[in-house]
């Protein structure tokens, strides 16, 4: 990360992801869910309901993140979290679920996109644009680390208390000390607009104005698509990890004394613990490979991640349990790699001053996709089983993604012909 000072604020940043990613329900999300009754095709549903209220949300509190303040978007975006770590708790019919859900997508609408923007301007503000990717790389793969660690705790909070439900109010812990952090930032990270009624409503109309500028050029288009894809993907997918971690934890020789649920809690911590150290590595190795590799790095992961899902659900079939689990932990590692790399593409194709806004357009699209992706996935488990499911939507992706790229050259050629 040359020509960047390690600041104050570059820790504050890490902090930021570090404390963000210490959600010790994760690892055992989809557990606790299945645990309290709830059928795939239910769980699919929930998560689209999640999708769904981001997606209502996602470009206007982007806009809003602009326009009235970063800082208050995201210190906003987790007492919501907070909100629904308390009803996923107390949960235990799907009507309360489908209020946590609710809760959670608010929190995910007001935070997705605002604090890269900030560290973005961070960037611009000290004229270290040209270090975006390793300077963001840097800085996510310390969401990765608090992932890991958080991994790990949550592992030995169930093995001592014996159940999944502790886990979301020893996550409100850090989301707290977050907030506190959230606050320390300097204030002109806050971004905010001039805050007179007359010149506020100058601001509006021309970031909106600007916002669609930038969103009418194709190669914008693209690159958001390229990049909310794969996210939409793995965040439909990730937790059915879970599953797959249990069938491999039943081929492990440890703590076989104690009872299945402390068993699985401690080597699910573990198994996820690895996961993150890797992806916290491959987060850091973006800025290497995007200035080795530059030809259609974007598409070749893309279809890299969907190809390891699809080997993940065959081995899945095949019963071969450890191949499976490798394989899928395998598309974490292809989406820590694309995220710096692809936030440095857009920062390149978007005016600074509007990129929360787009940031939160790519969410979007994120978010239908992930919704659509939830559901099909959720029937086609429940139809048959977790490996036809894999199968069969990584496959779908691989395809579209290919028809998509065929599809955009040809427009482009058109155009460019005329």
Do not use: C
Request: zero cysteines.
């Amino acid at each position: 990360m040359a020509g960047i000072k390690k600041n104050t604020q570059y820790y504050k940043f890490s902090m930021y992801g570090f404390l963000k990613n210490l959600r010790f329900f994760d690892a055992f999300f989809i557990l606790y869910l299945v645990e309290k009754g709830l059928p795939y095709t239910q769980i699919g549903i929930l998560y689209a309901v999640r999708e769904i209220v981001i997606n209502v949300l996602e470009v206007p509190s982007g806009f809003a993140a602009d326009v009235y303040g970063r800082k208050n978007a995201l210190l906003g975006s987790f007492l919501a979290y907070i909100a629904s770590f308390i009803i996923f708790y107390f949960s235990g019919s799907f009507a309360w679920f489908l209020a946590a859900f609710v809760f959670f997508g608010i929190g995910d609408a007001f935070r997705s996109g605002t604090h890269k923007a900030m560290i973005m301007d961070y960037l611009r503000m000290n004229s270290w644009e040209q270090s975006k990717i390793a300077y963001y790389g840097h800085t996510r793969s310390w969401s990765q680390m608090g992932s890991a660690i958080s991994s790990l705790i949550a592992g030995f909070i169930v093995f001592y208390k014996g159940n999944y439900g502790n886990v979301f109010l020893y996550s409100i812990i850090p989301y707290l000390i977050n907030l506190v952090n959230i606050f320390t930032y300097p204030k002109e990270l806050n971004y905010t607009k001039r805050p007179e009624s007359k010149e506020r409503k100058i601001d509006v109309k021309s970031t909106f104005k600007s916002l669609y500028t930038v969103m009418k050029h194709k190669n914008v288009l693209r690159i958001l698509n390229t990049a909310a894809l794969h996210s939409a993907y793995l965040k439909a997918v990730k937790d059915y990890i879970q599953l797959l971690m249990l069938n491999v934890v039943v081929l492990v020789p440890l703590f076989v004394g104690y009872e299945n649920k402390q068993r699985n809690g401690v080597l699910i911590g573990i198994f996820y613990f690895v996961i993150y150290l890797l992806t916290s590595r491959a987060s850091r190795m973006a800025y290497g490979i995007a200035s080795r590799y530059k030809t259609n790095l974007a598409l070749i992961t893309l279809l890299i991640g969907f190809g390891f899902g699809t080997l993940s659900g065959v081995f899945n079939l095949l019963d071969f349990r450890v191949l499976a689990l490798v394989f899928f932990a395998g598309i974490y590692m292809v989406e820590n790699l694309r995220m710096p790399i692809l936030t440095g593409y857009i920062t390149d194709h978007v005016p600074n001053d509007i990129l929360a806004s787009v940031i939160s357009a790519q969410a979007l699209l994120k978010t239908i996709m992930t919704a659509g992706i939830a559901v099909v996935f959720g029937f086609l488990a429940d139809s048959f089983n977790i490996g036809v499911a894999f199968v069969t939507v990584s496959f779908i992706l691989i395809v579209l993604s290919v028809l998509f790229t065929v599809l955009f050259k040809k427009e482009v050629t058109k155009t460019s012909s005329k």
